[in-house]
């Protein structure tokens, strides 16, 4: 039976994203990236970057058989690990030691949003423990600026996640900026990305 999913989103934004990640990404080492989702973008990210160890994670166990299904599919089982089994806010997290040692970004694709304010907390805090001095931590999503909505469609989308659950809801920038000083990190970056989404670069001081 084939386990993979298919994610809508994930098709529209690798190309934005993964054409960002190449002006970001360190020559060597390895990338963790956070909630992975259906695996889409690891396996793109992977076969894009070769030069690099991509470790996808995900907390949802349907998740990670799909992003190991994604991996065998694309014949890539030779070169990337399996999928981890990472909740943010369990720390430490569970990195082998051939990914902790190698660590030189963590990736977070569109999770701030669809979790607590204290998964905010944990990115950052985990994410200073563990990458090197001047390695990147690079979020992508929707977030409000300056207290307000950047589109009317991101507004109703914070309307219904909230409505999904009342801890989930876009992230006000500043707030994000202060928790990651908070834990270490400098803004580097704010970019502006297709479909009203930003990319926040982050980087370990």
Request: with cysteine; hydrophobic share 40%; proline share 8%.
């Amino acid at each position: 039976m084939d386990q993979r999913l298919f994610f809508p989103a994930t098709e529209r934004n690798r190309g934005p994203i993964g054409d960002l990640l190449s002006q970001l990404l360190p020559a060597s080492g390895a990338v963790l990236e956070l909630a992975s989702g259906s695996g889409e973008h690891a396996v793109c990210f992977q076969q894009r970057f070769p030069h690099l160890l991509w470790q996808a994670s995900d907390p949802d166990p349907d998740h990670r058989a799909s992003i190991n299904a994604w991996i065998q599919h694309q014949g890539l089982s030779p070169v990337m690990p399996e999928a981890l089994n990472l909740d943010v806010e369990r720390q430490p997290w569970p990195l082998p030691q051939t990914v902790r040692g190698a660590l030189k970004a963590v990736v977070c694709i569109n999770l701030l949003h669809i979790s607590p304010a204290s998964c905010t907390d944990a990115v950052f805090k985990e994410s200073a423990q563990l990458l090197p001095n001047g390695a990147p931590l690079i979020i992508y999503g929707p977030f409000m600026r300056n207290g307000a909505h950047t589109s009317a469609s991101n507004a109703a989308f914070d309307q219904s996640l909230k409505e999904r659950n009342d801890q989930w809801g876009l992230r006000e920038l500043n707030q994000v900026i202060a928790v990651a000083a908070k834990a270490g990190f400098k803004t580097d970056d704010v970019v502006s990305m297709p479909a009203n989404n930003l990319t926040l670069v982050f980087q370990r001081g």
